[in-house]
C-alpha cells in the first residue's frame, strides 16, 4: 500500500478511534475496537473453529444481542426474555436454537449468512472487510462485531435448548 493510502487509512481509524473515546461508555458504543482480522474456514456451511479460537461468554452474548448499539439480534429475532418489551419479526424466532442447529452452523450464520444466501437481510457481523462494498467510513476495514463479541452471541445461542 501507498504511504498516502496508509496515511489517509490512519486518519480515518484515528477518527472512529475517537468517537469510541468520546462515548460516555465505550463497551456499549457501535463500533467494535480495531483488532485484526481472522480468516476463517467454512466447510459444508459450518464454521467449526472459533473465530481466532476465543472461547465465547453466555452472559456477555446476551448482553451483545440486545444491545440496539451492537448485536440487536431482537431487531429481527424472537428470542424467550422477560425483560424485553418488543421484537422484530423479519427472521425466526432463535428460542431453542442451541438444540436445533450444531454450532458450526450456527457460527457461520452470524459470521457471514450472505456468503451463501446473498439475497438474506440478515448482516454478516464477521464478514470480511475487504468484501464489504462501499462500507460507511467508520467500517472501513471493520466488522460489525469483534470476533470475541460473535463468539460471545454463539456461547449464548447455544445455551438456548
Ligand atoms: C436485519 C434483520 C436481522 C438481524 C439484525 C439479525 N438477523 Fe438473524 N436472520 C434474519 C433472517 C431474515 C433470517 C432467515 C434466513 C435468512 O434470510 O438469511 C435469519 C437467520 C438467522 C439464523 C438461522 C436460523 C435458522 O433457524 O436457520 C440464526 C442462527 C440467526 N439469524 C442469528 C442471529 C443473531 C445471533 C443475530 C444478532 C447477532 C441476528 N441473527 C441478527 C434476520 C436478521
Redesign the pocket.
Known amino acids: 500500500m501507498n504511504p498516502a493510502a496508509k496515511a489517509i487509512i490512519a486518519v480515518l481509524l484515528g477518527a472512529a478511534l475517537c468517537r469510541v473515546g468520546a462515548a460516555a461508555d465505550p463497551a456499549s458504543s457501535a463500533l467494535p475496537m480495531v483488532e485484526s482480522y481472522c480468516q476463517w474456514q467454512q466447510t459444508d456451511l459450518m464454521i467449526n473453529e472459533p473465530l481466532c479460537g476465543l472461547k465465547g461468554d453466555a452472559q456477555r452474548g446476551r448482553a451483545?444481542?440486545t444491545d440496539g448499539n451492537r448485536?440487536?439480534?431482537v431487531?429481527?429475532?424472537n428470542m424467550p426474555f422477560a425483560d424485553v418489551e418488543a421484537y422484530?419479526t423479519?427472521?425466526?424466532s432463535?428460542a431453542g436454537?442451541g438444540g436445533?442447529?450444531p454450532e458450526g452452523y450456527?457460527r457461520m450464520?452470524?459470521v457471514d449468512?450472505k456468503s451463501f444466501?446473498p439475497a438474506?437481510?440478515?448482516?454478516g457481523?464477521y464478514r470480511d472487510p475487504a468484501k464489504i462494498h462501499r462500507p460507511a467510513t467508520a467500517y472501513v476495514g471493520r466488522t460489525f462485531?469483534t470476533a470475541q463479541q460473535v463468539e460471545d452471541?454463539i456461547a449464548f445461542?447455544m445455551t438456548m435448548k
Open positions: 451483545i444481542a448485536g440487536n439480534c431487531a429481527c429475532h422484530g423479519i427472521g425466526p432463535l436454537i436445533r442447529y450456527i450464520r452470524v449468512t444466501n438474506s437481510i440478515m448482516p457481523y462485531l452471541v445461542l
